[in-house]
């Protein structure tokens, strides 16, 4: 009984600290005169961050650059959720691997891959390109605002799938049929019917790739930056990062009006998929949805869709295996083929920065989803089991990180560190990571403690078990599988995560990403792609590792 | 082992209010007898069941399990469930999905330290009383509904407790089924000779399987009794109510004999039995369920408590009809054979069975 009640306190304060804390000392830092010194009220640096004359175009970038991703993102989501739940499309499992292995790969290199893909001088397709239609000059120019929004919708296409393909099969088909009934075609039902009765999944997706694409920083910084396009992310890295001083007042005080837009916009999101609950018919009938026949559309159709997971998956790993092995960016030829080598391989596992990065990477990896998921097992047990006002309010804190614009937050866990000695250590990177990133691990073991029904541990107590046997023998068990898929969305976020990172990391404490980024401002294409892979590999064995060792846990359980 | 419970009190806290969940409950549940506690939901029988096994704690009173005492206020005595060496048959039957059959039957034996082979042959033998022989490989997510309750029921039994404890265990199945485990679960507990305890809110799940019925209604136990007792012979009205159709015809006691009362009644005069020994001129209720009222044939020999009535209306519900009929003012139901030949609006001539209406406390 002593473990229960103090335990929701001390869970609110730990998280309370983690989320409210750099949202506390932004604000504090952007009514404050210097870096270190609180104490002064002063509005200097909001009128220095608002008077900037570049500020109106950087806002006008933001909006044309959210709401285009979003709207790109949402299209192609629904095309394609339509197709898989809907049509008798062949090889259906393509759409299963859209959805997922593109998180799979880390977004800043998927950003640099179009750069080789697409830029103006020397990009390979637009090299191609140029060799096949005898063209002057190359025809698609990466740099630039439409560029940004092609590489950042598809990079949040599977969120905006993830959303509308359950709200699609969960469709109640009759409110199709009778509208075929009532003599419409199949068109004119998805325009009348079908559509409208998903607006509330649909615009749930808008919101939540607008509120992504407003925290996303790898597209504005390696294909925005270049072209120079800035948008709020970049436009606080440029007022932090470059430069002669670093003024994180004016970055708290330009970063709070993208907080409070994401947090609006989250709310706004929370109150639509509520309502869309109730709005969405779910049919209990238990049969498929009626499947429509795509008669003459069906190869051009899915020639559509199979060039989409060519595009997402295959041509990015591809790129940046080929940019590894040669000398520089060059279409492919007989004579780029000659000139293969593992120069920048072996560049790159000689570079001390990209070594010391690559080993915090994966201590970061390794004990900050470890500690993760342990905060996340006890969280998610508050929320789901213990239900008091408490519950509520941990959860309420714990869900708030979730629309946190990363290099916001970024700032505003700088303007704490910078006053604990724990500035410019690992220990910094950790905690931050842990609060940006603990929806990823609370949701999973929330889902798994639902499912812990509460007589299955009370049978174990009247079989005999006393409570630590029936936590080791039942609940921990039954938890595995949500610990291990916390476990691996936190360690592959953090092996790969570059926006906290690019605040927060210092000299010593550099991390894949940042080196990453720093390869790409410096245009180093080769040491990049080797580096890139070296992080897709690292991230896809610990997947492969964790999934193994949480299947031999379940099974040891059993024996044991 | 018999169970008894002494003033037990247990209050919830909701939204700032408390609701008493049991309110002094005293009662003994005898040894070797299947008990039940009958009751609408919310009237604290699953928390009465769950204060015994150890899973609730009473705030006041004391719970003893044979000789051994197991919750006790006043002598700060709290034995957890897992000490308590009870069955128990969970309403979701609570079984382990990361564990095959085998695995969750055995359990509790392996709780106990019993060795290997033991638990083999224990596993075995129970599985073969409830009709699984064989499955013990199966993973628990491979079992239909009567087999994950069968599962539930071997590992409630699987160490040979001397209580096992039921909580609405057929309420997750489909009727059919409900009424074929009903009947199987009788079996396997009379054949035990052990104390079963049984909580529901099915009347007829009550009066098939039990020894004893004890219905409460908010927090308290209002009637213990055999099934027939409680059935044919309630004492109060919430109970008669509750297990079965009734009709309640208020009045006032006119004459009495050993064995018969004669009330006064909007009907006429009623000839009841007379068990609760109540005095002239006291008011009270006649109960007088469906079946019970008879139409007399035109013609017939003069019975008791005849009287003219009117059919109201007529319904066919499959076995039977289900007649509304009128005597004066007086609305009451009846259940009419489907081979009597009456129509709506006939004038007929019924009778209550004089052994079949009996008085309650009002």
């Keep these: ?560 | 082992m018999d169970i008894r419970i002494r003033s037990v009190t247990k209050d919830f806290r909701s939204e700032g209010k408390r609701i008493r969940a049991l309110d002094e409950v005293d009662l003994t549940i005898p040894a070797n007898q299947i008990f039940t506690l009958l009751g609408p939901s919310g009237c604290g029988k699953t928390t009465l069941l769950r204060c015994i096994v150890g899973l609730e704690t009473p705030d006041a009173g004391e719970i003893a399990i044979g000789s051994e005492i197991v919750w006790s206020r006043a002598k700060n005595i709290y034995l957890p469930p897992e000490q308590r060496g009870l069955g128990m048959v969970f309403q979701t039957y609570a079984i382990w999905p990361h564990m095959n059959v085998f695995d969750n039957v055995a359990y509790p034996l392996q709780n106990r330290k019993v060795s290997q082979e033991e638990i083999r042959s224990r596993v075995a033998k129970v599985l073969e009383f409830v009709q699984l022989e064989g499955f013990e490989k199966r993973p628990a997510t491979d079992l239909s509904g009567g087999q994950q309750q069968r599962v539930a029921l071997a590992r409630a039994l699987v160490a040979e407790p001397k209580v096992i404890l039921f909580d609405e265990p057929l309420s997750n199945l489909d009727a059919k089924l409900r009424e074929a485990t009903r009947k199987e679960l009788r079996r396997f507990l009379t054949e035990l000779k052990i104390t079963a305890v049984y909580v529901t809110h099915d009347r007829v799940e009550a009066l098939t399987l039990s020894d004893q019925i004890a219905v409460m209604r908010a927090g308290r136990i209002i009637e213990i009794g055999d099934p027939k007792k409680i059935y044919f012979n309630p004492d109060h009205r919430f109970v008669a109510d509750f297990i079965g159709r009734a009709n309640l015809i208020p009045g006032r006691v006119r004459a009495l004999d050993e064995a018969r009362a004669v009330i006064a009644s909007a009907v006429g005069e009623i000839v009841a039995c007379n068990r609760q020994q109540l005095a002239v001129g006291a008011e009270t209720m006649v109960c007088v369920r469906p079946e019970f009222i008879k139409i007399v044939a035109t013609g017939a020999a003069p019975v008791r408590n005849a009287f003219r009535a009117k059919v109201e209306s007529l319904v066919f519900v499959g076995e039977a009809y289900e007649g509304e009929i009128r005597i004066g003012k007086t609305l009451l139901t009846m259940t009419v054979e489907p081979t009597v030949r009456i129509n709506e609006g006939d004038e007929i001539v019924v009778s209550f069975q004089p052994d079949h209406c009996f008085l309650l406390t009002p």
């Design chain 1, 1 to 560: 009984m002593l473990q229960k009640t103090l335990l929701t306190p001390t869970l609110i304060f730990l998280v309370g600290f983690l989320t409210v804390c750099p949202v506390v000392m932004l604000v504090v830092g952007s009514f404050s005169p210097g870096f270190g010194t609180f104490g002064q009220f002063t509005v200097a640096k909001y009128v220095a961050a608002y008077t900037d004359p570049g500020l109106a175009a950087m806002f006008w970038n933001t909006l044309f650059f959210t709401l285009g991703s979003a709207i790109l993102a949402t299209v192609l989501a629904l095309f394609l959720a339509y197709l898989n739940t809907r049509t008798n499309l062949p090889w259906k499992f393509l759409f299963g691997i859209i959805s997922i292995v593109p998180m799979m790969i880390p977004h800043i290199l998927f950003a640099a891959s179009w750069v080789l893909l697409l830029n103006p001088s020397n990009g390979i397709l637009n090299r191609l390109a140029m060799e096949l239609f005898g063209l002057e000059s190359a025809p698609f120019n990466i740099y630039s605002l439409s560029g940004m929004i092609l590489v950042e919708g598809l990079l949040d296409l599977p969120i905006a799938y993830l959303l509308i393909a359950p709200a699609m099969s969960a469709f109640d088909v009759s409110l199709e049929e009778s509208s075929r009934v009532c003599g419409a075609s199949n068109l004119r039902t998805l325009v009348r019917v079908t559509l409208p009765v998903l607006r509330p999944a649909i615009l749930a997706a808008v919101i939540l790739v607008v509120v992504r694409s407003l925290a996303s920083f790898a597209v504005p910084s390696v294909i925005g930056m270049p072209g120079r396009i800035y948008v709020l992310a970049s436009h606080i890295y440029r007022i932090v990062a470059t430069g002669f001083a670093a003024d994180y007042g004016q970055a708290a005080a330009v970063g709070m009006s993208a907080l409070a837009a994401s947090i609006g916009l989250i709310c706004l999101y929370r109150y639509l998929t509520a309502a869309g609950e109730q709005f969405v018919t779910i049919s209990s009938r238990g049969f498929k949805p009626a499947v429509i026949s795509l008669k003459n559309w069906r190869y051009p159709l899915f020639a559509v869709v199979a060039a989409l997971s060519l595009v997402l998956i295959v041509l990015p790993v591809l790129v940046l295996v080929y940019t590894s092995l040669t000398p520089y960016v060059m279409a492919p030829s007989a004579r780029a083929f000659s000139l293969m080598s593992w120069r920048h391989w072996s560049q790159v596992l000689a570079d001390p920065v990209s070594l010391l990065s690559l080993k915090n990477s994966i201590i970061l990896g390794l004990a900050g989803a470890t500690l993760g998921v342990m905060l996340s097992v006890f969280v998610a047990y508050v929320i789901v089991k213990v239900r008091t006002i408490g519950a509520g309010i941990l959860e309420s804190l714990t869900f708030l990180s979730f629309s946190f614009p990363g290099i916001v937050i970024g700032v505003g866990f700088m303007l704490f560190f910078v006053r604990t000695p724990l500035y410019g250590t690992l220990w910094a990177l950790l905690i931050g990571y842990i609060a940006t990133y603990l929806p990823y691990g609370v949701k999973p073991l929330s889902s798994a403690f639902i499912q812990i029904h509460s007589h299955l541990e009370e049978s174990s107590r009247v079989c005999g078990a006393p409570p630590f046997r029936t936590l080791r023998r039942i609940v921990i068990p039954l938890l595995i599988p949500g610990m291990v898929s916390g476990w691996i969305l936190m360690a592959t976020m953090f092996v790969r995560e570059l926006t906290l990172s690019v605040v927060l990391s210092r000299p010593g404490t550099e991390v894949l990403a940042v080196q990453i980024l720093r390869f790409a401002e410096d245009g180093l294409w080769g040491r990049l792609s080797a580096l890139g892979i070296i992080m897709i590999v690292i991230s896809s064995t610990l997947v492969v590792v964790a999934s193994v060792i949480g299947r031999k846990l379940t099974r040891m359980q059993i024996v044991g």
